[in-house]
């Protein structure tokens, strides 16, 4: 069998406050004021035969369709490495730049592109350094604890997994890890990976950490015990880190086993059925509210509230007014990894029982739990996608995001299409 290898690479990608927003929160109206601590991208590059596949951890909230058309078009152009090739992964920090994910939020589109040069030069570094690897990989029996369900719900997803790469002298190489919450407790005017941020601080250019985000869409940091923000991001940051780093140093190699076969991947554009968008006389009914809270509304929050959905009421009127529906048609991807690693990268924003239901399809396959990255936030987000069983509860999840993001509603059928995409082609071999 034919060895796969592995290489990493680092590199800052925090901005200069040169006028930047925010992305995450609707409320935010002025740029960034200051710099908590860096955002980063790093690299990993699968090499088998002569052919590489790059998955990337990349610290902002994610990508839109244009922005990753830019994003994904350079790499792939500055690396020669194919689109349908390489993976975006996003930890979801709500305090990087604006990438318009937030519809009409100010994007730069310059710092877009210097961080996709910075994905250039850390994705080249990486296939300069990569070597046949062991690979341990775990469900660790730590999980983190500073986490809820924020609708309220039972789902939820506690587990760290992680896998080490260690080259034929033993030395580690990189590390990968997941887990599932959103990154959203600094919400102060300041650049932040947020929790994550301390992980960055374990990641070396030399041997890099890339954090990869699950189903982490309806699950939020707690303040069970009333933490300040500032604690909360140190305490549930090292519930991530300690036993990542502990994992990844441990025994003299025990556990750790060659990677060998094949990289085999798949990139394919699906239709995703989303919510009709209903007779003319409703939506315009929606117009006719929507102005007048708009114009009603005197705080600028409010009112910049009632300007989002208002524009989102219009934008779904004039679809209707082209006979167009809300279906989306959207990049589904993954990359399995011999026998060892099996990535399933979603573009949505992923919530518990999709990301479970994705890892049970991938399970009776005989992949096992260890092995399995259900990833959401991936190459670019199309809004929550929230499975059948979520639609009873409704919800901000469920309907009202889509209108912060300037995207299609979801149906029950939505989640269906995803899991049932991964359920054909993810077989073991």
């Known amino acids: 069998m034919s060895e796969i290898r592995f290489g990493f690479a680092d590199n800052v990608i925090t901005p200069e406050l040169n006028g930047n927003f925010l992305d995450g929160y609707g409320f935010r109206l002025s740029p960034a004021e200051s710099i908590r601590d860096d955002l980063h991208a790093k690299a990993m590059a699968v090499l088998s035969g002569d052919v590489t596949h790059l998955i990337f951890s990349i610290d902002l909230i994610g990508l839109t369709e244009y922005t990753y058309g830019l994003v994904a078009g350079n790499i792939s152009a500055g690396t020669g490495v194919p689109k349908e090739r390489i993976a975006l992964s996003f930890i979801h920090t709500h305090s990087a730049p604006a990438v318009g994910t937030l519809a009409d939020v100010s994007v730069n589109m310059d710092y877009i592109a210097y961080v996709a040069d910075r994905c250039i030069d850390a994705a080249k570094r990486a296939v300069s350094r990569a070597v046949p690897c062991s690979v341990m990989t775990a469900v660790l029996p730590e999980e983190l604890k500073h986490i809820k369900n924020r609708r309220g719900r039972d789902p939820i997803d506690r587990r760290i997994k992680a896998a080490a790469f260690r080259d034929a002298d033993g030395e580690l190489k990189g590390v990968i890890c997941s887990a599932s919450c959103h990154a959203v407790i600094n919400t102060k005017p300041a650049v932040s990976a947020d929790w994550l941020s301390v992980l960055n601080r374990v990641s070396t250019d030399g041997v890099p950490y890339l954090f990869l985000q699950g189903r982490g869409a309806d699950i939020n940091p707690t303040m069970g015990e009333d933490l300040d923000d500032e604690t909360l991001i140190e305490t549930?940051?090292?519930?991530?880190?300690?036993?990542?780093?502990?994992?990844?140093?441990?025994?003299?190699?025990?556990?750790?086993?060659?990677?060998?076969?094949?990289?085999?991947?798949?990139?394919?554009?699906?239709?995703?059925?989303?919510?009709?968008?209903?007779?003319?006389?409703?939506?315009?009914?929606?117009?006719?509210?929507?102005?007048?809270?708009?114009?009603?509304?005197?705080?600028?929050?409010?009112?910049?509230?009632?300007?989002?959905?208002?524009?989102?009421?219009?934008?779904?009127?004039?679809?209707?007014r082209k006979g167009e529906t809300q279906d989306l048609t959207v990049p589904m991807q993954y990359f399995a990894v011999g026998d060892s690693l099996l990535f399933c990268f979603v573009p949505f924003e992923m919530m518990t029982l999709v990301g479970d239901h994705i890892e049970g399809s991938a399970a009776d396959k005989g992949w096992r739990a260890d092995q399995i990255y259900a990833l959401g936030y991936s190459n670019y987000v199309n809004g929550y996608l929230s499975s059948k069983e979520e639609f009873p509860f409704g919800g901000y999840e469920v309907s009202g995001a889509a209108h912060w993001y300037g995207v299609s509603e979801t149906c029950a059928e939505s989640a269906d299409a995803v899991i049932g995409w991964f359920d054909k082609n993810t077989a073991k071999r």
Request: no cysteine; glycine share 8%; net charge negative.
């Open 236 to 320: 549930l940051g090292s519930e991530l880190a300690d036993p990542v780093v502990s994992f990844a140093h441990s025994g003299s190699g025990e556990g750790f086993k060659p990677a060998e076969g094949k990289v085999r991947s798949l990139y394919e554009y699906v239709t995703v059925p989303m919510k009709p968008l209903g007779d003319m006389s409703a939506m315009d009914a929606k117009i006719k509210a929507a102005e007048n809270e708009y114009f009603s509304a005197a705080d600028p929050v409010d009112r910049h509230f009632a300007l989002r959905e208002l524009q989102y009421q219009r934008q779904r009127r004039e679809m209707q």
